[in-house]
């Protein structure tokens, strides 16, 4: 029934900044505790950021300094903000339910289409 739709992504040169949205359907959905993920070519998926229901937010060490997390609950939308990019962040960006609080996301069974993300010069 919920479906997350990410955009913003796209080919930027490293150092550059982009904004990654997640817009979730559904009249009945409300967008509270979310995560960020992302994929590169032959790796596993692993999470980026990860905001609570009250607020807190979590990075991955390889991002800390550089991204943000932040949601708007009137427009039912999370975004990632990121920074200072670099050629290993190239990698396609899920949005999705939090991970557990040992970090464990893998009780997520429904992933969409996520949005690509490409760091070249």
């Known amino acids: 029934q919920v479906q997350m739709v990410e955009s913003g992504g796209g080919l930027v040169q490293p150092g550059g900044s982009l904004r990654l949205s997640c817009a979730a359907s559904g009249s009945t959905f409300r967008i509270n505790a979310m995560g960020w993920y992302r994929q590169a070519p032959g790796k596993e998926r692993e999470l980026v950021a990860a905001i609570a229901s009250g607020g807190l937010t979590n990075f991955a060490d390889f991002v800390k300094g550089r991204f943000t997390i932040s949601r708007d609950i009137a427009k039912n939308t999370v975004y990632l903000q990121m920074n200072s990019l670099k050629p290993e962040d190239t990698a396609v960006y899920y949005c999705?339910?939090?991970?557990?609080?040992?970090?464990?996301?893998?009780?997520?069974?429904?992933w969409g289409q996520g949005t690509l993300v490409t760091v070249s010069s």
């Open positions: 999705n339910g939090p991970p557990d609080k040992s970090g464990d996301y893998r009780y997520l069974e429904h």
